[in-house]
């Protein structure tokens, strides 16, 4: 965290040719905001939930262990940030809408949103169950689906917002064993897209994350396919959550205000290559 926070403490400074456009992205960008984080309990969803705090935000971290949320909450806490925890299991429909309610309860608004909670299942086709393919479409498409439907109005009524979807290389590339895990989240990229044509024209921004093989709990299973997988790519290593997380916020701040319907590879160039 110490590292990372001292990545973002560095104004970011973008001007133009003419010396007309000028942003800064210092450590207070997103002061006075809300930021809803799914599956913030670990990994790319804890690193987020930090990197935006770090910016100013007041984080919503959702997820369905309390015990780690409410560390996820300490944790933002003793570096000056504010958050609550938010207890969901994003699965369907009414997951997703009383997650909205718990957040318009906690907080009176969504100002910042975060797709990441997720699940994979990786193995082939044939005899894959049916009640696993439920779970992940459910968690990884039906769940931000409808998540997005019941707070983006919100943000279109004020004319502004950021929404952050997070998907997977294996969205975009063919990869054995991981199908339905890669059309889940090749759905999500664009619904990223169609959310931008959506709700853009009232002023909120819609864009994806697409990291490639990172190290988290969650991706601890894989086990030396994680490093195979890296090693193909330019980069030639598995990233950290930090690294993701710091495309996320990025794209939650002002500094990304031109930045619509785009699918960020955070990939050490995999996709590229």
């Given at each position: 965290?110490?590292?990372?926070?001292?990545?973002?403490?560095?104004?970011?400074?973008?001007?133009?040719?003419?010396?007309?456009?000028?942003?800064?992205?210092g450590t207070q960008q997103l002061t006075g905001r809300t930021a809803l984080v799914t599956g913030a309990t670990s990994g790319i969803g804890r690193a987020a939930a930090l990197a935006l705090a770090g910016l100013g935000a007041r984080v919503l971290v959702a997820g369905r262990d309390s015990e780690r949320g409410e560390q996820v909450v300490k944790d933002i806490a003793a570096e000056g940030g504010t958050a609550v925890f938010l207890q969901a299991d994003l699965h369907d429909a009414e997951s997703a809408r009383q997650l909205a309610r718990a957040a318009e309860a906690a907080s009176g608004r969504v100002?910042?949103?975060?797709?990441?909670?997720?699940?994979?299942?990786?193995?082939?086709?044939?005899?894959f169950p049916e009640d696993m393919f439920d779970t992940v479409m459910g968690t990884n498409l039906k769940a931000p689906f409808f998540l997005v439907g019941e707070i983006a109005p919100g943000m279109a009524e004020r004319g502004t917002g950021a929404i952050v979807n997070v998907t997977t290389m294996a969205g975009q590339l063919g990869i054995a064993g991981m199908a339905v895990y890669g059309a889940s989240k090749a759905a999500l990229n664009l619904l990223t897209k169609s959310w931008a044509a959506e709700f853009g024209p009232q002023g909120v921004r819609v864009n994806a994350v697409s990291p490639g093989p990172t190290r988290t709990p969650g991706t601890e299973p894989m086990g030396e396919t994680l490093?195979?997988?890296?090693?193909?790519?330019?980069?030639?290593?598995?990233?950290a959550p930090e690294e993701i997380a710091a495309a996320i916020a990025f794209l939650a701040t002002d500094a990304a205000s031109y930045i619509q319907g785009t699918v960020l590879n955070v990939d050490g160039g995999r996709t590229a290559v």
């Open positions: 965290m110490a590292c990372y926070v001292r990545l973002i403490s560095i104004k970011w400074i973008v001007q133009s040719k003419t010396g007309g456009v000028c942003i800064t992205m100002d910042i949103l975060v797709n990441n909670a997720g699940t994979g299942a990786f193995a082939p086709t044939q005899g490093n195979q997988l890296a090693a193909r790519s330019p980069a030639g290593h598995v990233a």
